[in-house]
């Protein structure tokens, strides 16, 4: 099964950036569309971002223009750039494939493979 490492979470002040990352790993031939995905205290896993492989980037209404996600294919991982953060962007930060391939076949399972997550905290 494919591993998803995320990296970069941290506590910043209101109005600060982070980078988070996610690189997949194993012997991958193939990712289908990536995302970001968080999860705040007493609320349920929300989208934060997608990226498809050729295909239209999607953002959550909350997050359009202050965040920006991009993947690199030749080295498996997707980033999202986070810009103006807020309080409210505070939430433990999943990374997401729905589907890949790898030297053991071919797997299509949305929302099913997540990496293990990372802390963002937006406080003053």
């Known amino acids: 099964q494919v591993q998803l490492v995320e990296s970069g979470g941290g506590l910043v002040q209101p109005g600060g950036s982070l980078r988070l990352s996610c690189a997949a790993s194993?012997?991958?031939?193939?990712?289908?569309?990536m995302g970001w995905y968080r999860q705040a205290p007493g609320k349920e896993r929300e989208l934060v971002a997608t990226?498809?492989?050729?295909?239209?980037?999607n953002y959550a209404d909350s997050v359009k223009g202050r965040f920006t996600i991009s993947r690199d294919n030749a080295k498996n991982t997707v980033t999202l750039r986070m810009n103006d953060l807020r309080p409210e962007d505070t939430a433990v930060y999943y990374c997401?494939?729905?589907?890949?391939?790898?030297?053991?076949?071919?797997?299509?399972?949305?929302?099913?493979?997540w990496g293990q997550g990372t802390q963002v905290t937006v406080s003053a």
């Open positions: 997401n494939v729905d589907k890949y391939c790898s030297t053991s076949g071919c797997y299509n399972r949305p929302l099913y493979f």
């Open positions: 194993g012997t991958i031939f193939s990712l289908g569309v």
């Open positions: 990226v498809g492989d050729g295909e239209p980037i």
